[in-house]
């Protein structure tokens, strides 16, 4: 079937507004990872579900930051009172085997 | 936790040069180490990949080596062409159960001159 596919695409907001990125990973993976990537910067990891826990939310930078995930696939990561150095590309990622397979990100720029 | 760190972070070579991208990690458990390439406003995608109880692998003009002693991993290309131009990424994964959380590095911009 498809691959991982993430919307939006892109996303400009408000300094303060709350966001939500969805993410729907390749079906039948039952590992998903959140990332994200910096401008000039490499993936920096953020979450990781497995099925609909998550068992490692070790990269989430504040507590302004979650995720969720229901029925094992599609995947939401909300980030409230968003400030400027959280505009950065949000990707997610599935599982089979050892490879991560990525989605094509959201773009996330706060103004 | 992990750290990976990568150098080059910018390399520009001729088309036909051989281009080489090193790693170094810090956790001994770590026993993944995937490469990444990611073309400008695209996802990153996997390349090539290398584990822990293997020192070489090639496939095609790519090959990854491996020195677990060192804690030290390299992307080596050969023939460079302009389609080679992108940002490489190396990784680690320490075994962890089912957990496959990547380490990233922080990239290499390639640029390939014709």
């Known amino acids: 079937g498809a691959g991982v596919s993430q919307s939006p695409s892109n996303k400009v907001t408000e300094k303060g507004k709350d966001v939500e990125l969805r993410c729907d990973p390749i079906s039948g993976h039952t590992a998903l990872y959140w990332y994200r990537q910096s401008l000039g910067q490499g993936l920096e990891f953020l979450i990781y579900f497995q099925g609909n826990s998550a068992p490692d939310k070790s990269g989430l930078p504040s507590d302004r930051f979650s995720a969720e995930r229901t029925g094992g696939s599609v995947s939401t990561l909300t980030i409230q009172r968003t400030q400027q150095e959280d505009s950065a590309v949000y990707l997610c990622?599935?599982?089979?085997?050892?490879?991560?397979?990525f989605g094509p990100g959201t773009r996330l720029l706060v103004l | 936790g992990e750290n990976v760190e990568q150098h080059p972070s910018t390399l520009s070579v001729q088309e036909g040069d051989s281009a080489v991208i090193k790693c170094t990690y810090s956790d001994s458990a770590s026993n993944y180490f995937p490469w990444y390439k990611q073309e400008l406003g695209k996802r990153p995608q996997l390349i090539i990949d290398i584990r822990s109880n293997v020192g070489e692998k090639k496939d095609q003009r790519i090959a990854v080596t491996l020195n677990k002693t060192a804690k030290h991993f390299s992307l080596h290309i050969t023939e460079t062409q302009p389609e080679d131009s992108a940002v490489y990424f190396c990784a680690a994964r320490a075994s962890g159960g089912s957990n496959y959380k990547l380490t990233f590095g922080k990239g290499t911009l390639l640029t390939v001159n014709p």
């Open positions: 990622a599935s599982v089979v085997g050892e490879t991560q397979y």
